[in-house]
């Protein structure tokens, strides 16, 4: 059965024409796109010297007969459109039928592939614009297309090729950029013998997301859904407390197809303006979803741009996302979350304590306040009502005032931040999931003598907690890699802060200590001020901590003003 057709001239002619073969990640991007619109759920790419010697990528979709096997590689020949008016409803990632004859054209090129109709398959062999020879082989369904020795027949671009670190570096980004968009699709990335991305497939965007970037990254998002008309922005994108010093986490797609584009990178900055501190930049995986002829793909010829029938609508889309997705977890009045765990109770703030290693004495009032925290958590005990405290503002930039029906609580915002910190790193930690980030630069410090003992003691424990660090001699250290979770500038201050403290405490205690430095060098700091929506959001995340009485150094977070002490104050009431 053949499928492909060559399309006629004058539709051909009206395809936005240009180059698709420019570099190996450009061959990937292609072959990957075929694998996917012909529904593979497993595609593997093997690389070799950044596939300037090999590509290959196997896949298990539908695959093709003979006829076709050897038609694919004419130029404008595609199953996937036949007339013009096909090409204003473009479904599929490939319309062109040019990027396997353009493929073949610079390079040598192995096709095999089987439908599964009978039990053979087909092997084509090209050698640029030469066929070299088509015969019978066994091949399951499916189809594995092996690009050799790319513009070996166009030595001046291949000069233009970057390294192979580079070329790897792009084709890992498209296949990251692909695994988000079909989290269904098992993507594997082979480099030289090695595997530098599995993927297996995963129910849906969050646990792509927590696959391939971890549990920090996740836990700073919180999901859009909002639909207008026939379009709908879904997806994820930074909590307020959030966000990210580059743009490395900002995904666009439309229909599926990622793409850059001016308009949804402008609502998205719009959407986020006064949102986060201000050098940071929203996260977004944001999935556009429009009918196909809403929405023109047919303008650039790697297909990463589209143009909208309704950009302004478009727009509006995305503000209003994010909008609703700000205002749903954490509307400026409703502060306590209704489904939310009601804080623990004492033992466990002993426990806590317990594992902190914390000192005796002082935190004992600490656990005091817990508990009468605990014992009267406003409008929540009581009624069962959800009616949480409302959010008056902040206080000398330090403190968060909210009402609750018994009184007035006046929440350190730092303390706050710290124990909502605290109890996410202790999951991170739990899973032996902290994410590392490798610094191309080291940061090279000197050691006390101190440090350089507490650096021999806590080295490994460091390690585990994202801190790759090298002895340089004498009492120089390398930081080669640290947690993601604070910035480059701040890794060698947070490092020696752990290296100080390890000295305080008993060493079975060290690890949660660590984790509860890491907690506070990452806070929110007093002095800074914050927005309704980030003070709101602070607050929600707070109660549903185990503690949020407590910040991890056992300090109070919160305290209160009681009703009857106001009232007594302004003798409105008498007090027995
Ligand atoms: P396009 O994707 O724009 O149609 P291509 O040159 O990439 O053009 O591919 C030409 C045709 O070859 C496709 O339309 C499809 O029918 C077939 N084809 C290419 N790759 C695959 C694949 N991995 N599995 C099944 N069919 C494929
Ligand atoms: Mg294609």
Redesign the pocket.
Known sequence: MT??RVLPPEVAGKIAAGEVVERPASVVK?LV???L??GAADVRVELQDGGKRLVRVV?N????GQE?AVL?FRRH????IASEEDLGRIQSL????????SIAAVSRLTLK?SDGATERGTQVVREAEKLVSVSDTAFPRG?S?EVRDLFFNLPARRKFLRSDRSELTLIAKYLTTAALAHPGVRFVLQHGGREALNAPPVAGLRERVFQLYGRTVLDGLIELDYAEGEGRASGLASSPLAGRLDRAHQFFFVNLRPVRDRILQAALNQAYAGRLEKDRSPEAFLFLTAPFAEVDVNVHPAKSEVRFADAQAVFRLVLRAVEAAMGRGSGVKAVYPSGAAAPADGPRVEEEQKSLGLPRGGPGEAVESGRRWTSSLPGVRESGSPAGPQLLGQYLDMYIVAAAAEGLLVIDQHNAHERVLYEKYLEIDRARAWPRKTLLVPVVIDLSPAQVASFEENAALLDELGFGAEPMGGRSLAIKEYPDIFRTEEARDVFLALLEEAGDDRPADRRARFLATLACKTAIKAGQPLTGEKMAYLVEELFRTSQPALCPHGRPVVVRLERAQIEKGLRRRETP
């Open positions: 499928r492909i292609e796109e075929n694998a619109d012909a896949d979709g539908s695959g093709m076709d694919c020949a595609t199953s996937k490939g319309f062109r039928g040019e990027a396997l004859a592939t189809t297309v």
